[in-house]
Protein backbone atom coordinates (compact mmCIF):
# COMPACT_ATOMS: atom_id res chain seq x y z
CA UNK A 1 0.00 0.00 0.00
CA UNK A 2 1.40 2.95 -0.73
CA UNK A 3 1.35 5.77 2.10
CA UNK A 4 0.23 9.73 0.94
CA UNK A 5 2.34 12.46 2.67
CA UNK A 6 -0.42 14.00 5.09
CA UNK A 7 -1.18 16.73 2.61
CA UNK A 8 -1.86 14.80 -0.07
CA UNK A 9 -3.86 12.55 1.73
CA UNK A 10 -5.73 15.76 3.12
CA UNK A 11 -6.06 16.97 -0.43
CA UNK A 12 -7.15 13.53 -1.53
CA UNK A 13 -9.80 13.03 1.39
CA UNK A 14 -11.31 17.01 0.77
CA UNK A 15 -11.83 15.75 -3.12
CA UNK A 16 -13.71 13.16 -1.80
CA UNK A 17 -15.86 14.78 0.71
CA UNK A 18 -16.57 17.23 -2.41
CA UNK A 19 -17.53 14.28 -4.46
CA UNK A 20 -20.03 13.30 -2.03
CA UNK A 21 -21.63 16.30 -1.50
CA UNK A 22 -22.10 16.95 -4.69
CA UNK A 23 -23.91 13.14 -5.07
CA UNK A 24 -25.89 14.41 -2.75
CA UNK A 25 -27.42 17.87 -3.56
CA UNK A 26 -27.28 16.76 -7.60
CA UNK A 27 -31.08 14.90 -7.23
CA UNK A 28 -32.91 17.51 -5.85
CA UNK A 29 -31.48 19.44 -8.55
CA UNK A 30 -32.01 17.10 -11.43
CA UNK A 31 -35.48 15.73 -10.12
CA UNK A 32 -36.90 19.75 -10.21
CA UNK A 33 -35.33 20.14 -13.46
CA UNK A 34 -36.44 17.04 -15.39
CA UNK A 35 -40.04 17.92 -14.05
CA UNK A 36 -39.77 21.64 -15.24
CA UNK A 37 -38.41 20.79 -18.32
CA UNK A 38 -41.23 17.82 -19.40
CA UNK A 39 -43.95 20.04 -17.72
CA UNK A 40 -43.90 23.18 -19.01
CA UNK A 41 -45.10 22.69 -22.34
CA UNK A 42 -48.79 21.63 -20.73
CA UNK A 43 -49.12 24.34 -18.05
CA UNK A 44 -51.75 27.34 -19.54
CA UNK A 45 -54.77 28.77 -18.14
CA UNK A 46 -56.40 25.91 -19.36
CA UNK A 47 -54.71 23.52 -17.53
CA UNK A 48 -55.01 24.89 -14.25
CA UNK A 49 -58.76 26.38 -14.21
CA UNK A 50 -60.62 23.00 -15.81
CA UNK A 51 -62.00 19.77 -14.55
CA UNK A 52 -60.47 16.24 -15.93
CA UNK A 53 -61.99 15.17 -19.32
CA UNK A 54 -62.16 11.93 -20.74
CA UNK A 55 -61.17 9.79 -17.84
CA UNK A 56 -58.49 12.43 -16.83
CA UNK A 57 -56.41 11.94 -19.83
CA UNK A 58 -57.41 15.49 -20.47
CA UNK A 59 -58.79 18.71 -19.51
CA UNK A 60 -57.18 20.26 -16.28
CA UNK A 61 -56.44 20.00 -12.57
CA UNK A 62 -58.81 22.66 -10.89
CA UNK A 63 -60.70 20.06 -8.54
CA UNK A 64 -57.06 18.82 -7.13
CA UNK A 65 -56.11 22.31 -6.71
CA UNK A 66 -58.74 23.59 -4.66
CA UNK A 67 -58.77 20.24 -2.68
CA UNK A 68 -55.16 20.76 -1.75
CA UNK A 69 -55.95 24.53 -0.70
CA UNK A 70 -59.41 23.56 1.25
CA UNK A 71 -57.37 20.79 3.15
CA UNK A 72 -54.87 22.09 3.82
CA UNK A 73 -56.96 25.51 5.08
CA UNK A 74 -58.37 23.08 7.57
CA UNK A 75 -55.87 21.19 8.46
CA UNK A 76 -54.01 24.09 9.97
CA UNK A 77 -56.88 26.12 11.58
CA UNK A 78 -57.21 23.10 13.45
CA UNK A 79 -53.55 22.63 14.12
CA UNK A 80 -52.04 25.93 14.59
CA UNK A 81 -53.80 26.93 17.97
CA UNK A 82 -53.37 23.56 19.25
CA UNK A 83 -50.01 23.33 18.74
CA UNK A 84 -49.10 27.21 19.28
CA UNK A 85 -50.64 27.03 23.27
CA UNK A 86 -48.56 23.31 23.70
CA UNK A 87 -45.74 25.50 22.86
CA UNK A 88 -46.70 28.16 25.09
CA UNK A 89 -47.17 25.66 27.85
CA UNK A 90 -43.71 23.47 27.35
CA UNK A 91 -41.40 26.98 27.08
CA UNK A 92 -43.98 29.31 29.75
CA UNK A 93 -45.09 27.07 32.06
CA UNK A 94 -43.60 23.28 32.48
CA UNK A 95 -41.37 23.08 35.46
CA UNK A 96 -38.24 20.86 33.97
CA UNK A 97 -39.50 17.36 35.84
CA UNK A 98 -40.90 14.62 34.81
CA UNK A 99 -44.26 15.57 34.08
CA UNK A 100 -42.44 17.11 31.30
CA UNK A 101 -40.07 15.17 29.70
CA UNK A 102 -43.20 12.97 29.30
CA UNK A 103 -44.67 15.26 27.23
CA UNK A 104 -41.44 15.75 25.43
CA UNK A 105 -41.11 12.30 24.62
CA UNK A 106 -44.78 12.16 23.40
CA UNK A 107 -43.57 14.59 21.12
CA UNK A 108 -40.88 13.03 19.58
CA UNK A 109 -42.59 9.71 19.64
CA UNK A 110 -45.94 11.40 17.64
CA UNK A 111 -43.23 12.66 15.05
CA UNK A 112 -41.38 9.65 14.28
CA UNK A 113 -45.04 7.76 13.68
CA UNK A 114 -45.36 6.85 9.94
CA UNK A 115 -47.33 8.97 7.94
CA UNK A 116 -49.35 5.83 6.87
CA UNK A 117 -50.06 4.91 10.42
CA UNK A 118 -51.41 8.50 10.89
CA UNK A 119 -53.89 7.48 7.61
CA UNK A 120 -54.98 4.11 9.68
CA UNK A 121 -55.49 5.34 12.74
CA UNK A 122 -57.79 8.52 11.42
CA UNK A 123 -59.74 5.79 9.13
CA UNK A 124 -60.08 3.99 12.18
CA UNK A 125 -61.32 6.65 14.55
CA UNK A 126 -62.26 9.72 12.30
CA UNK A 127 -63.89 7.79 8.85
CA UNK A 128 -65.53 4.23 10.74
CA UNK A 129 -65.68 4.94 14.89
CA UNK A 130 -66.88 8.58 14.43
CA UNK A 131 -68.69 7.71 11.20
CA UNK A 132 -67.50 11.09 9.43
CA UNK A 133 -66.85 9.20 6.49
CA UNK A 134 -64.39 9.74 3.96
CA UNK A 135 -64.29 13.44 3.74
CA UNK A 136 -62.44 16.60 3.92
CA UNK A 137 -62.79 17.16 8.00
CA UNK A 138 -61.77 13.37 8.59
CA UNK A 139 -58.54 13.65 6.29
CA UNK A 140 -57.85 17.74 8.07
CA UNK A 141 -58.09 15.96 11.30
CA UNK A 142 -55.81 13.08 10.33
CA UNK A 143 -53.08 15.64 9.27
CA UNK A 144 -53.71 18.04 11.59
CA UNK A 145 -52.60 15.41 14.55
CA UNK A 146 -49.76 14.30 12.32
CA UNK A 147 -48.76 17.86 12.21
CA UNK A 148 -48.84 18.94 15.55
CA UNK A 149 -45.51 18.02 17.01
CA UNK A 150 -44.01 19.74 13.92
CA UNK A 151 -45.96 23.30 14.99
CA UNK A 152 -45.05 22.26 18.59
CA UNK A 153 -41.14 21.78 17.72
CA UNK A 154 -41.08 25.27 15.82
CA UNK A 155 -43.17 27.33 17.57
CA UNK A 156 -41.15 26.50 21.26
CA UNK A 157 -38.02 27.32 19.34
CA UNK A 158 -39.41 31.05 18.34
CA UNK A 159 -40.85 31.19 21.83
CA UNK A 160 -37.63 30.19 23.16
CA UNK A 161 -35.31 32.60 21.22
CA UNK A 162 -37.58 35.47 23.01
CA UNK A 163 -34.82 36.93 25.63
CA UNK A 164 -36.00 36.26 29.28
CA UNK A 165 -34.75 40.00 30.10
CA UNK A 166 -38.22 40.73 28.72
CA UNK A 167 -40.22 38.20 30.35
CA UNK A 168 -38.44 39.49 33.42
CA UNK A 169 -39.13 43.48 33.05
CA UNK A 170 -42.76 42.98 32.15
CA UNK A 171 -43.13 41.02 35.45
CA UNK A 172 -41.36 43.70 37.48
CA UNK A 173 -43.96 45.89 36.05
CA UNK A 174 -46.66 43.80 37.94
CA UNK A 175 -47.94 41.84 34.86
CA UNK A 176 -49.03 38.96 35.17
CA UNK A 177 -47.58 35.29 33.65
CA UNK A 178 -50.56 35.46 30.83
CA UNK A 179 -50.69 38.99 30.02
CA UNK A 180 -46.82 39.20 29.51
CA UNK A 181 -46.95 35.65 26.94
CA UNK A 182 -49.71 37.68 25.17
CA UNK A 183 -48.26 41.19 25.04
CA UNK A 184 -44.43 40.76 25.05
CA UNK A 185 -43.84 36.87 24.17
CA UNK A 186 -46.07 36.20 21.44
CA UNK A 187 -45.81 39.44 19.06
CA UNK A 188 -41.58 39.01 19.37
CA UNK A 189 -42.21 35.15 18.77
CA UNK A 190 -44.48 35.92 15.72
CA UNK A 191 -42.01 35.41 12.70
CA UNK A 192 -40.65 32.43 14.11
CA UNK A 193 -44.08 31.06 14.71
CA UNK A 194 -44.90 32.08 11.43
CA UNK A 195 -42.16 30.22 9.51
CA UNK A 196 -42.89 27.53 10.67
CA UNK A 197 -46.71 27.62 9.88
CA UNK A 198 -45.86 28.30 6.35
CA UNK A 199 -42.99 25.38 6.48
CA UNK A 200 -45.69 23.07 7.67
CA UNK A 201 -48.40 24.31 5.20
CA UNK A 202 -45.38 23.51 2.34
CA UNK A 203 -45.58 19.89 3.70
CA UNK A 204 -49.26 19.00 4.46
CA UNK A 205 -49.76 20.30 0.87
CA UNK A 206 -47.62 17.63 -0.41
CA UNK A 207 -48.99 14.54 1.78
CA UNK A 208 -50.51 11.23 0.36
CA UNK A 209 -50.75 8.90 2.45
CA UNK A 210 -52.66 10.36 5.60
CA UNK A 211 -55.47 11.01 3.04
CA UNK A 212 -55.26 8.20 1.00
CA UNK A 213 -58.31 6.26 3.00
CA UNK A 214 -59.70 9.38 4.89
CA UNK A 215 -60.62 12.16 2.60
CA UNK A 216 -59.45 11.65 -0.88
CA UNK A 217 -61.13 10.81 -3.98
CA UNK A 218 -60.37 8.94 -7.53
CA UNK A 219 -62.64 11.62 -9.36
CA UNK A 220 -64.60 13.88 -8.25
CA UNK A 221 -67.23 15.58 -10.89
CA UNK A 222 -67.50 19.51 -8.96
CA UNK A 223 -65.96 21.12 -6.91
CA UNK A 224 -65.74 20.37 -3.04
CA UNK A 225 -69.34 21.90 -1.53
CA UNK A 226 -68.85 21.16 2.62
CA UNK A 227 -66.34 19.94 4.55
CA UNK A 228 -68.29 16.60 4.57
CA UNK A 229 -67.32 15.74 0.75
CA UNK A 230 -64.77 13.63 -0.21
CA UNK A 231 -62.12 15.64 -2.35
CA UNK A 232 -59.45 15.78 -5.07
CA UNK A 233 -55.84 16.97 -3.68
CA UNK A 234 -52.99 17.26 -5.90
CA UNK A 235 -50.45 14.56 -4.55
CA UNK A 236 -53.23 12.45 -4.57
CA UNK A 237 -53.74 12.71 -8.36
CA UNK A 238 -50.48 13.04 -9.46
CA UNK A 239 -50.58 9.62 -7.89
CA UNK A 240 -53.53 8.39 -9.78
CA UNK A 241 -52.73 9.39 -13.08
CA UNK A 242 -49.34 7.91 -12.77
CA UNK A 243 -49.74 4.52 -11.86
CA UNK A 244 -53.57 3.56 -12.46
CA UNK A 245 -54.92 4.71 -15.49
CA UNK A 246 -53.53 3.06 -18.66
CA UNK A 247 -51.84 5.13 -21.68
CA UNK A 248 -51.98 8.19 -19.25
CA UNK A 249 -50.34 10.94 -21.88
CA UNK A 250 -46.91 11.62 -19.89
CA UNK A 251 -46.96 15.44 -20.42
CA UNK A 252 -49.91 15.77 -18.51
CA UNK A 253 -48.61 13.93 -15.34
CA UNK A 254 -45.29 15.97 -15.80
CA UNK A 255 -47.88 19.36 -15.46
CA UNK A 256 -49.43 17.90 -12.59
CA UNK A 257 -46.13 16.99 -10.97
CA UNK A 258 -44.96 20.32 -11.81
CA UNK A 259 -48.04 22.14 -10.64
CA UNK A 260 -47.42 20.58 -7.41
CA UNK A 261 -43.76 21.10 -7.24
CA UNK A 262 -43.89 24.89 -8.06
CA UNK A 263 -46.70 25.03 -5.26
CA UNK A 264 -44.60 23.48 -2.62
CA UNK A 265 -41.42 25.23 -3.62
CA UNK A 266 -43.03 28.24 -3.76
CA UNK A 267 -45.00 27.97 -0.21
CA UNK A 268 -41.40 26.93 1.12
CA UNK A 269 -39.34 29.98 -0.29
CA UNK A 270 -42.38 32.69 1.49
CA UNK A 271 -41.17 30.73 4.89
CA UNK A 272 -37.63 31.44 3.81
CA UNK A 273 -38.28 35.41 2.89
CA UNK A 274 -40.63 35.70 6.45
CA UNK A 275 -37.56 34.63 7.96
CA UNK A 276 -34.52 36.35 6.66
CA UNK A 277 -37.02 39.85 6.74
CA UNK A 278 -37.90 39.34 10.44
CA UNK A 279 -34.16 38.46 11.27
CA UNK A 280 -33.18 41.78 9.91
CA UNK A 281 -36.02 43.45 11.74
CA UNK A 282 -35.25 41.63 15.35
CA UNK A 283 -35.24 44.03 18.03
CA UNK A 284 -32.67 41.87 19.72
CA UNK B 1 -62.51 39.45 36.27
CA UNK B 2 -59.14 39.57 34.64
CA UNK B 3 -57.44 36.44 36.97
CA UNK B 4 -60.62 34.75 36.18
CA UNK B 5 -59.78 34.82 32.14
CA UNK B 6 -56.26 34.48 32.64
CA UNK B 7 -57.58 31.02 34.91
CA UNK B 8 -59.30 30.44 31.85
CA UNK B 9 -56.66 30.46 28.85
CA UNK B 10 -54.25 28.92 31.39
CA UNK B 11 -56.29 25.77 31.74
CA UNK B 12 -56.94 25.70 27.80
CA UNK B 13 -53.18 25.97 27.27
CA UNK B 14 -52.37 22.90 29.69
CA UNK B 15 -54.98 20.78 27.89
CA UNK B 16 -52.97 21.78 25.19
CA UNK B 17 -49.59 21.15 26.34
CA UNK B 18 -50.55 17.85 26.88
CA UNK B 19 -52.58 16.84 23.69
CA UNK B 20 -49.50 15.05 22.01
CA UNK B 21 -49.56 12.73 25.20
CA UNK B 22 -52.76 11.90 24.36
CA UNK B 23 -53.10 11.71 20.61
CA UNK B 24 -49.80 8.99 21.07
CA UNK B 25 -51.45 7.04 24.06
CA UNK B 26 -54.90 6.96 21.67
CA UNK B 27 -53.17 6.07 18.50
CA UNK B 28 -51.25 3.40 20.50
CA UNK B 29 -54.62 2.19 21.96
CA UNK B 30 -56.64 2.07 19.63
CA UNK B 31 -53.89 -0.28 17.49
CA UNK B 32 -53.44 -2.11 20.11
CA UNK B 33 -57.12 -3.09 21.16
CA UNK B 34 -57.55 -4.05 17.08
CA UNK B 35 -54.60 -6.05 17.07
CA UNK B 36 -54.96 -7.42 20.71
CA UNK B 37 -59.04 -9.18 19.05
CA UNK B 38 -56.85 -10.17 15.55
CA UNK B 39 -54.58 -12.00 18.47
CA UNK B 40 -57.19 -14.03 20.00
CA UNK B 41 -57.74 -15.73 16.28
CA UNK B 42 -54.66 -15.98 15.02
CA UNK B 43 -51.47 -16.60 16.78
CA UNK B 44 -49.14 -13.95 17.10
CA UNK B 45 -46.19 -16.49 16.48
CA UNK B 46 -47.55 -17.46 12.92
CA UNK B 47 -48.34 -13.74 12.06
CA UNK B 48 -44.55 -12.64 12.69
CA UNK B 49 -43.11 -15.95 11.07
CA UNK B 50 -45.59 -16.56 8.51
CA UNK B 51 -44.20 -16.37 4.97
CA UNK B 52 -47.70 -15.85 2.99
CA UNK B 53 -49.35 -12.91 3.13
CA UNK B 54 -53.06 -14.14 1.80
CA UNK B 55 -55.97 -12.15 3.12
CA UNK B 56 -58.28 -12.55 0.42
CA UNK B 57 -58.18 -16.64 0.01
CA UNK B 58 -60.86 -19.31 1.46
CA UNK B 59 -58.23 -20.05 4.42
CA UNK B 60 -56.68 -16.96 5.14
CA UNK B 61 -53.37 -16.63 5.80
CA UNK B 62 -51.71 -13.35 7.51
CA UNK B 63 -47.76 -14.15 7.40
CA UNK B 64 -46.01 -10.68 7.53
CA UNK B 65 -42.43 -12.41 7.59
CA UNK B 66 -41.88 -11.57 3.66
CA UNK B 67 -42.81 -8.30 4.50
CA UNK B 68 -40.73 -7.41 6.93
CA UNK B 69 -37.76 -8.70 4.96
CA UNK B 70 -38.91 -6.41 2.15
CA UNK B 71 -39.28 -3.54 4.58
CA UNK B 72 -36.12 -4.37 6.03
CA UNK B 73 -33.92 -5.06 2.77
CA UNK B 74 -35.61 -1.44 1.21
CA UNK B 75 -34.27 0.34 4.23
CA UNK B 76 -30.66 -1.32 4.55
CA UNK B 77 -30.14 -0.67 1.05
CA UNK B 78 -31.16 3.06 1.62
CA UNK B 79 -28.66 3.37 4.19
CA UNK B 80 -26.00 1.48 3.13
CA UNK B 81 -26.46 4.42 0.36
CA UNK B 82 -27.42 7.42 2.22
CA UNK B 83 -25.21 7.11 5.11
CA UNK B 84 -21.74 7.61 3.85
CA UNK B 85 -22.73 10.12 1.49
CA UNK B 86 -24.30 12.10 4.36
CA UNK B 87 -21.63 11.96 6.59
CA UNK B 88 -19.45 13.02 4.48
CA UNK B 89 -21.44 15.48 3.39
CA UNK B 90 -22.29 17.19 6.70
CA UNK B 91 -17.84 17.31 6.80
CA UNK B 92 -17.58 18.85 4.09
CA UNK B 93 -20.41 21.24 5.22
CA UNK B 94 -19.44 21.74 8.34
CA UNK B 95 -15.27 21.82 8.12
CA UNK B 96 -14.42 22.56 4.81
CA UNK B 97 -16.40 24.43 2.90
CA UNK B 98 -16.74 28.61 2.95
CA UNK B 99 -19.40 30.04 5.29
CA UNK B 100 -21.43 31.48 1.79
CA UNK B 101 -20.84 28.47 -0.01
CA UNK B 102 -21.97 26.58 3.25
CA UNK B 103 -25.38 28.29 3.22
CA UNK B 104 -26.06 27.63 -0.47
CA UNK B 105 -25.18 23.83 0.17
CA UNK B 106 -27.51 23.35 3.34
CA UNK B 107 -30.05 25.09 1.44
CA UNK B 108 -30.20 22.67 -1.38
CA UNK B 109 -30.07 19.35 0.62
CA UNK B 110 -32.69 20.86 2.58
CA UNK B 111 -34.63 21.44 -0.44
CA UNK B 112 -35.14 17.68 -1.03
CA UNK B 113 -37.17 17.37 2.29
CA UNK B 114 -39.95 19.67 0.54
CA UNK B 115 -40.40 17.09 -2.51
CA UNK B 116 -43.33 15.18 -1.97
CA UNK B 117 -42.82 11.65 -1.67
CA UNK B 118 -45.30 11.00 -4.95
CA UNK B 119 -43.44 13.46 -6.88
CA UNK B 120 -39.80 11.16 -6.02
CA UNK B 121 -41.93 7.78 -6.69
CA UNK B 122 -42.98 9.52 -10.05
CA UNK B 123 -39.63 10.30 -11.01
CA UNK B 124 -38.30 7.16 -9.98
CA UNK B 125 -40.80 5.02 -12.20
CA UNK B 126 -40.27 7.10 -15.49
CA UNK B 127 -36.43 7.97 -14.57
CA UNK B 128 -34.73 5.25 -12.36
CA UNK B 129 -36.70 2.24 -13.16
CA UNK B 130 -36.28 1.30 -16.81
CA UNK B 131 -32.37 2.46 -15.85
CA UNK B 132 -32.31 -0.45 -13.07
CA UNK B 133 -33.96 -2.69 -15.52
CA UNK B 134 -31.65 -2.28 -18.34
CA UNK B 135 -28.37 -1.48 -16.69
CA UNK B 136 -28.64 -5.05 -14.43
CA UNK B 137 -30.49 -6.93 -17.30
CA UNK B 138 -33.40 -8.28 -15.51
CA UNK B 139 -36.91 -8.65 -16.44
CA UNK B 140 -38.27 -5.66 -14.15
CA UNK B 141 -36.82 -2.77 -12.95
CA UNK B 142 -39.31 -2.18 -9.87
CA UNK B 143 -37.01 -3.61 -6.94
CA UNK B 144 -35.66 -3.26 -4.26
CA UNK B 145 -32.92 -1.54 -5.37
CA UNK B 146 -34.96 0.63 -6.88
CA UNK B 147 -36.77 1.90 -3.83
CA UNK B 148 -33.57 2.19 -1.81
CA UNK B 149 -32.03 4.61 -4.40
CA UNK B 150 -35.04 6.62 -4.04
CA UNK B 151 -35.39 6.33 -0.26
CA UNK B 152 -31.53 6.71 0.23
CA UNK B 153 -32.35 10.98 -1.58
CA UNK B 154 -35.11 11.24 1.22
CA UNK B 155 -33.26 10.02 3.79
CA UNK B 156 -29.80 12.30 3.10
CA UNK B 157 -30.95 15.68 4.67
CA UNK B 158 -31.91 14.56 7.60
CA UNK B 159 -28.99 12.47 8.16
CA UNK B 160 -27.12 15.67 7.06
CA UNK B 161 -28.51 17.93 9.31
CA UNK B 162 -28.23 16.59 12.59
CA UNK B 163 -25.19 15.10 11.93
CA UNK B 164 -23.63 18.51 11.14
CA UNK B 165 -25.44 19.97 14.01
CA UNK B 166 -23.25 17.21 15.87
CA UNK B 167 -20.48 17.82 13.96
CA UNK B 168 -20.18 21.60 15.02
CA UNK B 169 -21.19 21.04 18.36
CA UNK B 170 -17.55 19.55 18.86
CA UNK B 171 -15.77 21.90 21.30
CA UNK B 172 -13.44 24.08 19.68
CA UNK B 173 -10.66 23.00 22.22
CA UNK B 174 -10.47 19.71 21.13
CA UNK B 175 -9.78 20.13 17.10
CA UNK B 176 -7.07 23.18 18.38
CA UNK B 177 -5.19 20.40 20.90
CA UNK B 178 -5.48 18.24 17.77
CA UNK B 179 -3.99 21.35 15.42
CA UNK B 180 -1.36 21.94 17.97
CA UNK B 181 0.16 19.00 18.03
CA UNK B 182 0.95 18.80 14.31
CA UNK B 183 -2.03 17.15 13.21
CA UNK B 184 -3.46 18.22 9.63
CA UNK B 185 -7.43 19.89 8.98
CA UNK B 186 -8.59 16.09 7.77
CA UNK B 187 -6.90 14.16 10.42
CA UNK B 188 -8.32 15.98 13.07
CA UNK B 189 -11.34 15.68 11.60
CA UNK B 190 -10.90 11.90 11.06
CA UNK B 191 -9.77 11.00 14.60
CA UNK B 192 -11.01 13.83 16.49
CA UNK B 193 -14.03 15.72 15.02
CA UNK B 194 -15.54 11.94 13.92
CA UNK B 195 -15.13 10.32 17.13
CA UNK B 196 -16.86 13.06 19.17
CA UNK B 197 -19.51 13.35 17.15
CA UNK B 198 -20.02 9.81 17.13
CA UNK B 199 -23.17 9.89 19.11
CA UNK B 200 -25.41 12.10 17.55
CA UNK B 201 -24.20 10.22 13.95
CA UNK B 202 -25.45 7.34 15.27
CA UNK B 203 -28.98 9.41 16.14
CA UNK B 204 -29.00 10.97 12.91
CA UNK B 205 -28.50 7.63 11.12
CA UNK B 206 -31.52 6.05 13.36
CA UNK B 207 -33.39 9.24 12.50
CA UNK B 208 -32.61 8.52 8.99
CA UNK B 209 -33.86 5.16 9.44
CA UNK B 210 -37.01 6.16 10.98
CA UNK B 211 -38.21 8.02 7.92
CA UNK B 212 -37.58 5.56 5.16
CA UNK B 213 -39.13 2.39 7.23
CA UNK B 214 -42.20 5.00 7.13
CA UNK B 215 -42.33 6.03 3.89
CA UNK B 216 -44.94 4.75 1.78
CA UNK B 217 -45.53 6.30 -1.71
CA UNK B 218 -42.32 5.97 -3.27
CA UNK B 219 -42.56 2.33 -2.02
CA UNK B 220 -45.52 1.71 -3.61
CA UNK B 221 -45.00 3.26 -6.37
CA UNK B 222 -41.19 1.50 -7.57
CA UNK B 223 -40.65 -1.44 -5.88
CA UNK B 224 -42.71 -4.02 -7.93
CA UNK B 225 -45.28 -5.00 -4.65
CA UNK B 226 -44.75 -8.22 -5.05
CA UNK B 227 -44.91 -10.52 -1.54
CA UNK B 228 -43.02 -13.24 -2.45
CA UNK B 229 -39.43 -13.55 -0.20
CA UNK B 230 -36.86 -11.74 -2.17
CA UNK B 231 -33.49 -13.82 -3.24
CA UNK B 232 -31.77 -10.60 -3.81
CA UNK B 233 -32.11 -6.89 -3.80
CA UNK B 234 -32.75 -7.23 -7.65
CA UNK B 235 -35.92 -8.40 -7.12
CA UNK B 236 -39.72 -7.07 -6.05
CA UNK B 237 -40.70 -7.15 -2.85
CA UNK B 238 -43.40 -5.36 -0.66
CA UNK B 239 -43.14 -3.51 2.55
CA UNK B 240 -45.48 -3.06 5.78
CA UNK B 241 -46.97 0.37 4.69
CA UNK B 242 -47.48 -0.84 1.21
CA UNK B 243 -49.79 -3.43 2.39
CA UNK B 244 -51.73 -1.00 4.30
CA UNK B 245 -51.58 1.83 1.82
CA UNK B 246 -52.90 -0.50 -0.75
CA UNK B 247 -54.76 -2.59 1.41
CA UNK B 248 -57.19 -0.79 3.93
CA UNK B 249 -59.32 0.60 0.93
CA UNK B 250 -60.91 -3.15 0.21
CA UNK B 251 -61.78 -4.41 3.66
CA UNK B 252 -64.64 -4.43 5.13
CA UNK B 253 -64.73 -3.05 8.85
CA UNK B 254 -64.36 -5.16 11.33
CA UNK B 255 -63.11 -8.22 9.12
CA UNK B 256 -59.88 -10.31 10.19
CA UNK B 257 -58.31 -8.81 7.05
CA UNK B 258 -59.16 -5.39 8.77
CA UNK B 259 -57.96 -6.29 12.02
CA UNK B 260 -54.23 -7.83 10.28
CA UNK B 261 -53.62 -4.27 8.86
CA UNK B 262 -53.53 -2.65 12.36
CA UNK B 263 -51.35 -5.28 13.32
CA UNK B 264 -49.28 -4.21 11.02
CA UNK B 265 -49.62 -0.60 11.88
CA UNK B 266 -48.88 -1.60 15.31
CA UNK B 267 -45.56 -3.43 14.45
CA UNK B 268 -44.57 -0.34 12.84
CA UNK B 269 -45.89 2.19 15.76
CA UNK B 270 -43.41 0.03 18.29
CA UNK B 271 -40.31 0.03 15.30
CA UNK B 272 -40.56 3.92 15.20
CA UNK B 273 -41.33 4.47 18.78
CA UNK B 274 -38.33 2.20 19.55
CA UNK B 275 -35.77 3.74 16.48
CA UNK B 276 -36.58 8.07 17.80
CA UNK B 277 -36.74 6.56 21.53
CA UNK B 278 -33.15 5.80 20.94
CA UNK B 279 -32.01 8.30 18.80
CA UNK B 280 -33.25 10.67 21.57
CA UNK B 281 -30.96 9.09 24.13
CA UNK B 282 -28.10 9.12 21.27
CA UNK B 283 -29.00 12.73 20.97
CA UNK B 284 -28.79 13.49 25.01
CA UNK B 285 -26.00 11.88 24.77
CA UNK B 286 -24.20 14.40 22.74
CA UNK B 287 -25.31 17.21 24.81
CA UNK B 288 -24.07 16.38 27.67
CA UNK B 289 -20.51 16.20 26.31
Redesign the interface.
Given at each position: MIRLS??L??KF??L???L??T???T???V??F??VKNGMSVINWEFLASMPKNGMRDGGVLPAIVGTFVIVTCTIILTL??????A???NE??RDNIFAR??K?????????????????G???FV?FLKLGVSIIAGALTLS?ME??VI?TTSRNALNSVPYSFREASWALGV????TIRHIVLPNALPGIMTGAVLSI??I?????PI??TAAAFYVPHLPHSIFDQVMTL??H??II??QIPNMP?NI?FGT?LI??VM??AI?FVA?FVRIYFRKHRKW | MRKIVDTIIEKIIFLCGISSVIFVILIFSFLFIESFVFFKDFSIIKFITGRYWYPDSKLALFGIFSLLVGSFLVTLGACLIAVPISIMTALYISEVASKNVRDILKSLVELMVAIPSVVIGFIGMIVLVPCVKKLFNIPTGLTAFSGSVMLAFMAMPTIVTISEDAIRSVPWQYKEGALALGATKWQTMRWIVLKTARPGIIAATMLGIGRVIGETMTVIMITGNSSRIPHSIFEPVRTMTAVIATEIGETVNGSMHYKALFSIGLVLFLITFLINFVADLFLEKNKNK
Open positions: PKSQSYILFATLAIPVIIIIIPTGLCAIYLYAVILGILNLAGVPSVVYGLFFGIMILPISRWQARSGETALFPYLYSTNIALLVLSI | -
